[in-house]
């Protein structure tokens, strides 16, 4: 089952903050998140493990929800360069097998 | 290292015709995945490879889809024959064992005319 994310869209000023929302039908082992460029590859940002604590790197951080089935990325004093589409995986099985989600488009205007 | 390389970059055939994709992972990664990307689908995972092994195949579309990994460093993807509903860029990704995300290729951008 595809995870569903939120929003579909997002257009940011430079500096200003976002959170992209991943929700799943089905209790979740781990997430990954990917950034996608516009005819390029999907970047791996980060991976987060059940039970393990909220994941980042300089302004992009995520947390995990167990409870709640879901994933949510924060973006803080975003910069032109995180402009691209971002994707969640979600593994429900502890295997390396991951779905990924709907893709939410993030652009950031200066 | 080179990263994931995959070949061709872009394809172009006529329905009908056989097209094989392939690609090299990251040497010591043991995991290899297929993935094809659409607008109206998104990210759909193919099939997936463990040292070599296909461990999950449900993805395939249909038979006219297949995949093999002869050796850790060459995994094609044949469509035969191919429609114009399977244009897509496809994807191949790789990853090293344990708690790690995926590498992926640039893709090869296929059309079926």
């Known amino acids: 089952q595809q995870p569903v994310q939120s929003p579909q869209a997002v257009i940011l000023r430079e500096g200003e903050d976002a959170v992209i929302n991943c929700s799943s039908s089905?209790?979740?082992?781990?997430v990954h998140w990917y950034r996608q460029k516009h005819g390029e590859a999907p970047v791996f940002l980060m991976i987060?493990?059940?039970?393990?604590e909220q994941k980042g790197h300089d302004k992009i951080s995520a947390s995990f929800n167990e409870k709640k089935q879901q994933s949510s990325l924060y973006l803080t004093a975003s910069q032109l360069s995180y402009s691209g589409t971002y994707f969640c995986?979600?593994?429900?099985?502890?295997?390396?097998?991951?779905?990924f989600g709907t893709g939410t488009r993030l652009k950031v205007l200066a | 290292d080179a990263g994931v390389i995959q070949s061709p970059r872009h394809e172009v055939t006529e329905m009908g015709q056989e097209v094989t994709l392939r690609c090299k992972p990251i040497?010591?990664?043991?995991?290899l995945f297929w993935y094809r990307q659409t607008m109206m689908r998104g990210l759909e995972l193919l099939i997936y490879?463990?040292?070599?092994?296909?461990?999950?195949d449900s993805g395939m579309p249909e038979d006219r889809f297949s995949a093999k990994m002869p050796n850790a460093s060459f995994s094609t993807l044949k469509i035969q024959p191919s429609e114009p509903r399977d244009s897509a860029v496809y994807f191949c990704?790789?990853?090293?064992?344990?708690?790690?995300?995926?590498?992926f290729g640039s893709g090869t951008r296929l059309t079926v005319v």
């Open positions: 990704a790789s990853s090293p064992q344990g708690s790690n995300g995926y590498t």
């Open positions: 089905k209790a979740l082992y781990s």
């Open positions: 987060l493990l059940k039970g393990g």
């Open positions: 995986g979600t593994s429900t099985s502890g295997t390396y097998k991951y779905i």
């Open positions: 040497s010591g990664h043991d995991y």
């Open positions: 490879f463990n040292n070599n092994v296909p461990i999950d």
